[in-house]
């Protein structure tokens, strides 16, 4: 195989007209000395509008989902190894290069690093702080870090081609949680997933509250299916939000009988309280803000899966 052999770069976008083309910049900038095409699967108009003030290659997302989108994606390209980018995130110049040396000296089947989130706004920052603690991400290695080496699973990816085509690509039932079923996949037939923290991708959090909220019910929403489908996949960190909205509702109807249990909701008010205080050397004053969302965090996707549908729509 050639020292630098051609690489096709995935996204799938929708509704990222404002944030993809600093995605793509960041994508031309890379310091990689072989070939790198660009393959964008467009789910809206202006989405797709924006990706062709580029030199990059534009498909249609008819279905609009993440994972039909890269496999479009990956369907119109070429390259011998293929890289998944999120149309949200931006990647160092050096990516691409740490991603093919990783990927040829460890051998393994797909190769991903870690995702810092990072605001501008005040809410941003304080989101992008609740997403990167281990009060909002768990023990989650691509979200807290960690060692280097062979993990469940990665943020985005990077694969040989011949390894994508041959686990099938992504498994477009699930909306959520694609990556990690096809990070399964690939470990159930003796494949590597390879976890490396220098591969840091900077990942813009959503703008607001709201937005956060329907982000994370998402999350639960789909997990719950995933759940259901792959038994398996299931890990104590996905199963404390549901657990925490039951213990809440229960608290507070059952305080009509026993005051006392109005306690555990003011318990975890003043945890997260305290965790907003503790980062305020770290953020400054979004730290103020960041008990707000994590307690957004937490609930939407405790609901969200509560809810979820255990069929697919």
């Not at 108009?45 to 498909?59: D, F, K, L, Y």
């Not at 085509?165 to 990556?179: A, K, L, W």
């Not at 555990?264 to 305290?274: D, H, Q, S, T």
Request: hydrophobic share 45%; charged share 15%; proline share 7%.
């Amino acid at each position: 195989m050639s020292s630098h052999p051609s690489v096709s770069i995935i996204i799938a976008a929708a509704s990222a007209s404002v944030t993809l083309p600093k995605t793509l910049e960041a994508i031309a900038a890379q310091d990689y000395p072989g070939d790198i095409e660009v393959v964008v699967a467009a789910a809206d108009a202006s989405t797709a509008e924006a990706a062709r003030q580029h030199a990059v290659t534009v498909v249609e997302n008819v279905p609009g989902t993440t994972p039909a989108g890269l496999n479009l994606a990956a369907h119109a390209s070429s390259g011998t190894f293929l890289v998944r980018v999120d149309a949200h995130s931006l990647i160092p110049p050096h990516y691409v290069s740490r991603v093919v040396e990783t990927l040829q000296s460890t051998g393994a089947d797909n190769v991903g690093g870690r995702q810092v989130p990072a605001g501008t706004t005040f809410t941003e920052k304080a989101i992008a702080a609740a997403m990167a603690s281990p009060f909002g991400a768990g023990d989650a290695r691509y979200r807290v870090g960690g060692q280097a080496g062979p993990a469940d699973t990665v943020y985005l990816g990077a694969f040989p081609r011949r390894v994508f085509e041959e686990i099938g690509g992504y498994d477009e039932r699930f909306v959520r949680n694609q990556d990690y079923d096809l990070n399964h996949r690939i470990r159930s037939t003796g494949g590597v997933v390879w976890f490396d923290p220098g591969l840091e991708v900077t990942y813009r959090p959503r703008s607001s509250l709201t937005a956060l909220a329907g982000q994370y019910f998402d999350y639960g929403l789909w997990k719950r299916f995933f759940a259901r489908t792959r038994s398996w996949s299931l890990r104590p960190r996905q199963l404390a939000p549901p657990l925490l909205v039951l213990i809440l509702v229960a608290s507070l109807v059952g305080s009509y009988w026993l005051p006392l249990l109005l306690w555990l909701p003011v318990a975890y008010l003043l945890a997260l309280i305290l965790i907003g205080t503790a980062y305020l050397p770290r953020i400054g004053a979004p730290a103020l803000l960041m008990p707000v969302a994590l307690a957004v965090m937490h609930v939407s996707w405790g609901v969200g899966f509560l809810v979820g549908h255990t069929s697919e729509r």
